[in-house]
């Protein structure tokens, strides 16, 4: 924010915050992902004259902003599908950003005044890399197939590193004309994934050992969010890939967190990385929108519409290249994993490939890659065309996150993507063994003990074989009357802890009892009615 005191920062962050809450609350209304209300939003904004100038800082967002983001989606990412789809996942993040790199830097002399192919690849390696952070914030909220958004999820979390080699090559040839060769590329990359997931892995072991000697909530909180920092930190400062050490370190100790964290810690964990994510995702996509001003007021010289054609004809090379790559890069992945790797893989519908193809958005990252361009060569001459590399990145964010991102639901129902129906075999198999092992102990706990409690065990048998029937075969009888016992308890248990929840505010505010115990009652009505809550919402996916 240029030229703000301190006082006046904190006003304008405050305002940021109020403005960010409040478009979320109408993308909920509007049923739109967040990420692309906000954008809106911001660019909206940037028109009035009062309102701050806030300048995107690239550091901000690299060092700030991006690993904890980075690591708060590879925590939610699944190792397994992760591991299976990594082939699919290669094509992309470094298949499908050199060949968009490439293609780019081709394409961009005849179609930009004062580009050539150097100037075009540096464009196409800063264009060519999808953002994690819209990604992962648009992706799970448009009711896309499981497997589609494993893949996009995967995709943008990894090219970063991709990207990162090309845009290096990229600026070495414009600043110190350097012809870097492609076993150099290969050399750099390996080294920048190889070190960046050694150091991700180590400093992932470190906290493992750390946390398993902790046993307090606030301590393993803070520890959670210094963590991507650190390794972010570390990994640059040996020149790898920050992104891809955060990225290993995160499905590392997703992998190992059931065995670190206590109950209590995973609920408060979970709480607080949802607000840091939410807020670090709406500051980042509003003040995205708010850039324009910087973006269009360094091009004084072009004309608006000239600079529309620009950013318009930039997203369809890119689109197009997308879909191009991705028809051939689908088969290839199919036949490494049939003939090389021996896995039993089924060809996906061209739909589903047409919807990956379409769902390749950018977001802020590119444009604080385009900003963090140097300002000067080699020679103490000037970046040719910097200015015009940040709008159309700019332009590009634009097209490609509103604009893909407001015709994909349609598109999705269009190819009969919505609502999908989605086998739940798997899980009822799997919940039917953990049920089927507990009742077992539970009847071997019942054989060492007394007749005394035998109420106890009845009950607690026929709680669990309403379970195992609930998760049967859905045509039998015995699972449609535990479906159906199991909803009714549901909704008077939600009934009864609202009973029980009013009457200890009674209870409160006629001073029979103190706020201390109040909090205690409400925590632990709080627990039953987010468990409540949980199973209501399995309900509603099966339904």
């Known amino acids: 924010m240029d030229g703000f005191g301190i006082h006046a920062a904190e006003t304008v962050a405050l305002i940021l915050m109020v403005l960010v809450v409040l478009f979320a609350v109408l993308a909920q209304r509007i049923k739109t992902p967040y990420p692309i209300v906000l954008v809106i939003a911001g660019l909206v904004l940037s028109f009035i004259p009062q309102v701050p100038k806030i300048h995107l800082n690239p550091d901000v967002v690299f060092l700030i902003v991006l690993p904890p983001l980075l690591y708060s989606g590879a925590w939610q990412t699944s190792w397994l599908d992760f591991r299976k789809n990594i082939v699919s996942i290669t094509m992309l993040a470094v298949g499908l950003v050199t060949f968009t790199a490439i293609g780019v830097a081709y394409a961009a002399p005849w179609v930009f005044k004062g580009f050539d192919w150097h100037l075009g690849f540096v464009l196409g390696a800063v264009v060519s890399t999808t953002d994690a952070i819209a990604a992962t914030a648009i992706a799970r909220d448009l009711g896309l197939p499981k497997r589609i958004v494993d893949i996009l999820e995967g995709e943008s979390l990894v090219n970063d590193a991709t990207g990162l080699v090309a845009l290096a090559f990229a600026v070495a040839l414009v600043v110190t004309g350097e012809r870097p060769t492609i076993g150099q590329g290969g050399l750099r990359l390996t080294y920048l994934i190889g070190v960046g997931i050694v150091v991700g892995l180590l400093i992932g072991l470190t906290v493992e050992w750390f946390e398993r000697r902790l046993e307090d909530g606030p301590i393993e909180i803070a520890v959670s969010i210094i963590v991507p920092y650190v ?34 810690v995973r609920i408060q964990a979970w709480a607080v990385w949802e607000s840091l994510t939410f807020v670090l995702n709406g500051l980042v996509f509003m003040a995205l929108g708010l850039q324009l001003p910087y973006v269009i007021g360094e091009l004084k010289d072009h004309k608006l519409s000239e600079l529309i054609a620009y950013g318009l004809a930039l997203s369809v090379i890119l689109i197009l290249l997308r879909l191009i790559w991705m028809y051939p890069g689908t088969y290839i992945s199919i036949g490494i994993r049939r003939y090389i790797l021996r896995e039993k893989v089924e060809r996906p519908p061209a739909s589903n490939i047409f919807v990956v193809g379409w769902t390749g958005m950018r977001g802020v990252v590119a444009l604080a890659a385009a900003i963090s361009l140097p300002e000067m060569l080699k020679n103490g001459s000037k970046f040719p065309q910097r200015n015009m590399i940040i709008f159309l990145t700019f332009a590009v964010i634009l097209v490609t996150l509103v604009g893909q991102g407001l015709t994909l639901p349609p598109l999705i129902r269009a190819l009969g993507l919505a609502g999908t129906h989605v086998s739940h075999e798997e899980e009822h198999k799997a919940r039917q063994k953990i049920l089927r092992i507990a ?77 201390e115990l109040l909090r205690q009652i409400e925590r632990e009505l709080d627990l039953t009615e987010e468990r409540l809550t949980v199973a209501r919402e399995d309900e509603k996916l099966e339904g």
């Open 439 to 515: 009742l077992e102990r539970l009847n071997k706990e019942r054989e060492k003990d007394s007749e005394e409690f035998s109420d106890v065990y009845d009950a607690l048998v026929k709680m669990y074989q309403t379970k195992i029937e609930k998760f049967s075969d859905e045509s039998r009888p015995e699972t449609l009357r535990a479906r159906a016992r199991t909803k009714k308890h549901s909704r008077l248990m939600q009934e009864l802890v609202r009973v029980e929840r009013r009457t200890a505010v009674h209870l409160r505010n006629e001073g029979e009892i103190n706020d």
């Open 231 to 264: 390794v972010y930190l570390t990994a640059e400062a040996v020149h790898a890939s920050g992104v891809m050490a955060v990225i290993a370190c995160g499905l590392y100790l997703a992998r190992k967190s059931s065995e670190l964290f206590s109950p209590t």
